[in-house]
């Protein structure tokens, strides 16, 4: 079966940092480019970054740029969101989710984990 | 960076209605257009993929269309199970955006 498990996510304070992971199973990680989406309690979904399947392409949304880090470890079907420089407005369930070929379209998704920023 | 702009953002309608949500996006993205079903506080599920390619699961009252800039979901014949939130996302380039949501309600 396909899966992506996440987790890392918890409470933290603002400016603080955290490091989420999600964990593949059941497909060869390798092939595939991965993303992060978010989502604010009672708000839509927001793309956050994306990575290649080698792992040499990263993009990120404009609101993150320069405080999140994505990253993946091919030898051991991972893929990571470092978050730096935390703030309140971070607060959302992050997903992992893998692209399809060709059209990327998500699936699957993990089922989230739940980062929460606050004193 | 591409916008997407769904409607409506909220609809009611009962079990056995046609129902058709909308997205528009800011230029074209060919067919590059996927809906995803999210139910409370599950991980959202793509239903159609390429526009007008049902994922493998789905069942068959989903259908989507359109290619270019405007796009079509229509369930037709609702179930209790499909009261949910439909989002649009294109992913023809990145950002991959997501429209703001359509809730189906009863």
């Known amino acids: 079966e396909v899966q992506l498990v996440e987790s890392g996510g918890g409470l933290v304070q603002p400016g603080g940092s955290l490091r989420l992971s999600c964990a593949a199973s059941g497909f060869t990680f390798s092939n595939y480019e991965l993303n992060w989406v978010r989502q604010a309690p009672g708000k839509g979904l927001e793309w956050v970054s994306y990575?290649?399947?080698?792992?040499?392409?990263?993009y990120y949304a404009d609101s993150v740029k320069g405080r999140f880090t994505i990253s993946r470890d091919n030898a051991n079907n991972s893929l990571y969101l470092q978050m730096n420089s935390l703030r309140v407005e971070d607060t959302a369930i992050y997903y992992c989710?893998?692209?399809?070929?060709?059209?990327?379209?998500?699936?699957?998704w993990g089922l989230g984990t739940l980062v929460t920023v606050s004193s | 960076d591409i916008q997407m702009t769904q409607s409506p953002s909220s609809l009611s309608a009962s079990v056995g209605d046609r129902v058709t949500i909308t997205c528009r996006a800011s230029q074209s993205i060919s067919s590059y257009l996927n809906w995803y079903q999210q139910k409370p506080g599950k991980a959202p599920k793509v239903m159609i993929y390429?526009?007008?390619s049902l994922q493998s699961g789905v069942p068959s009252r989903f259908s989507g269309s359109g290619s270019g800039t405007d796009f079509t979901l229509t369930i037709g014949g609702l179930q209790p199970e499909d009261f949910a939130t439909y989002y649009c996302q294109q992913s023809y380039s990145i950002p991959r955006t997501f429209g703001q949501g359509t809730k189906v309600e009863i």
């Open positions: 989710a893998r692209e399809g070929q060709p059209y990327n379209w998500f699936d699957p």
């Open positions: 990575i290649s399947n080698s792992g040499r392409s990263m």
């Open positions: 390429a526009a007008s």
